[in-house]
């Protein structure tokens, strides 16, 4: 009976396993069958499915604008803190 316990064992994990790859192969399926029904639907725009893009250089989508800066402006060192609004007074101690 001691060398049956781990036999069981194992096989009950490789039960487990197996169910549980079922479990994942159904889920893919059904996941499937959704995708072929949706792209499928009659009122899809044929558009959604097959985009083509026009044929075009790369730096043409990539054009300079007066507004943008890809590095900021250098530090001038005006900025000035403002003044702190609390301002403590404390009595001397004698």
Same mark, same amino acid.
């Given at each position: 009976m001691?060398?049956? +316990?781990?036999?069981?064992?194992?096989y009950w994990s490789l039960s487990v396993m197996v169910q549980d790859l079922m479990i994942r192969v159904i889920k893919l399926r059904r996941n499937l069958q959704?995708?072929? &029904?949706?792209? &499928?639907h009659p009122l899809l725009p044929i558009h959604l499915v097959t985009v083509s893009w026009p044929p075009s250089n790369l730096?043409? +989508?990539f054009v300079p604008s007066s507004v943008y800066h890809a590095v900021p402006?250098?530090? &001038?060192?005006?900025?000035m803190p403002p003044k702190p609004d609390l301002v403590f007074h404390t009595p001397p101690s004698d």
């Open positions: 001691l060398q049956l +316990r781990p036999q069981l064992q194992m959704t995708l072929h &029904s949706w792209l &499928s730096y043409d +989508r402006p250098p530090v &001038s060192g005006t900025f």
